[in-house]
């Protein structure tokens, strides 16, 4: 036996799979096929690296739904409060955002990457990198490893390969093939959390506008009922189309759509207030500010390029004044602000997705070790799993405790 446990990919959930396992006294190996460890937690929440979010173990679960429930024994082996603790003990204090992300301090995801690398440092796990993978071949006596090479025998390995988001971190879905050829259900791979593209030329008209509270929901085309996902938060026009954290988290129904141009994002722009209320309050802007015009009356914290827009869309004239605006238009009006539609073309893919939904399927894996059911000494961790949750740290966080947990079983 080369090894006891040989650990294949070096991102969030294989360095703390590799340091849990190597300082149990396991001779451990970890394979990585980047020059470098960690290459997509240097560029994550923009070089920031939204590590957790500052919630408990019941709010990482109910954040990935129904699937969160498979999440219960890793979190309970490494949760969101022990994730910080961890981190911190490495030197690296952390703060919470407003949104309830938790990042280093310092705001340089490279902080939290060498304080992954140092508890590494210390376990003795040995590492070799530039070495990819090209499969794996169970036997009796261990499983082996086939790299570019070399064949590696171990005991047992623990696959956190990742998905195939951003790609050119390295993560282009390798192990996909492997997990497959033993048996394994891989559902299909789709982009998450990835920027959505339209066709519809007014949208990159407010290229760089954010708007900070919208309710988007992902609708078919031309009907009010079957809405496939919806969420409530930032919003980004851009040149291609849209993005931002409402966006990004109702993009995973777009992109497993099997035609996403016979979809729409209805837009409402100001969620907080029902349309009974948005009326009153445009009426007693309206009769405090008769002489205004329409398009520049400020809504607060409605974007006044924004407001101009619609304005233009709805076809009133842009010197049209508060005082002249009659029923029929001011609820015209309301109904662009609580019900704007957007056509969908599609998404921007992996190349600016977050993470990938889709992967080897939950009930194929033992939630209580991440052990495979199918390949016994086979360990499966992280992204590769068929679990994807919303923006905020959530997917880090799984990650995490999935190769904390496998690292421990092993």
């Known amino acids: ?26 001779r451990t190996l970890l394979l990585e096929k980047n020059r470098r460890p960690g290459a997509k937690i240097l560029i994550s929440g923009g070089g920031r690296c939204n590590l957790t979010h500052a919630t408990d173990r019941r709010g990482i679960v109910a954040a990935f739904g129904a699937p969160g429930r498979f999440l219960n024994a890793a ?41 992954l690398l140092r508890r590494l440092g210390r376990s003795g796990c ?28 171990a005991g ?72 496939l996902a919806h969420r409530r938060g930032s919003f980004l026009f851009t040149h291609f189309g849209l993005s931002g954290p409402a966006v990004l988290d109702v993009s995973r129904a777009v992109s497993g ?30 009769a405090a500010h008769p002489r205004k015009q329409l398009a520049t009356l400020a809504i607060e914290p409605f974007p006044r390029r924004l407001t101009e827009l619609l304005v233009q869309r709805l076809g009133l004239a842009p010197d049209l004044r508060a005082a002249e605006v009659f029923r029929d238009d001011r609820r015209r009006l309301i109904a662009a602000l609580k019900g704007t539609r957007i056509p969908v073309k599609g998404t921007l893919g992996f190349d600016r997705a977050e993470v990938t939904a889709g992967g080897v399927a939950l009930d ?18 992280g992204e590769i799993l068929d679990l994807d949750g919303p923006i905020g740290g959530f997917n880090f966080q799984a990650a995490f405790s999935t190769g904390w947990l496998a690292g421990t079983q092993v």
Not at 80 to 85: I, R
């Open 75 to 115: 979190l309970g082996a490494l949760g969101p409060a022990e994730l910080v603790a961890l981190v911190e003990a490495e030197g690296v204090a952390t703060k919470v955002a407003d949104s309830g992300k938790v990042f280093p301090a310092s705001d340089r995801a490279a902080d939290v990457l060498e304080a």
């Open 257 to 286: 759509h099997l035609d996403p141009t016979t979809l729409e994002l209805e837009c409402d722009f100001m969620p907080g207030l029902a349309a009974e209320e948005l009326d009153q309050l445009l009426r007693r802007e309206f």
């Open 126 to 153: 040995e590492q070799a990198f530039e070495e990819p993978v090209a499969g794996l071949v169970p036997g009796d006596d261990g499983i082996r490893i086939r790299t570019t090479r070399r064949t590696l025998l």
């Open 156 to 227: 047992q390995v623990i696959v956190a390969t990742g998905g195939r988001s951003y790609p050119g971190c390295g993560t282009t879905g390798d192990a996909y093939g492997w997990l497959a050829a033993l048996g394994h259900t891989v559902v299909p791979p789709r982009p998450a959390l990835t920027p959505v593209t339209t066709g519809a030329r007014w949208v990159s008209e407010l290229s760089g506008l954010t708007v900070p509270d919208v309710g988007v929901r992902v609708m078919p085309a031309g009907s009010h009922r079957g809405c």
């Open 1 to 26: 036996m080369d090894w006891d446990v040989v650990v294949v990919g070096a991102g969030a959930a294989g360095l703390l799979a590799a340091a849990r396992a190597a300082e149990r006294g396991r």
């Open 364 to 381: 194929e894996v033992d939630p209580r070790t991440m052990q495979s059911h199918l390949v016994p000494g086979l360990f499966l961790a």
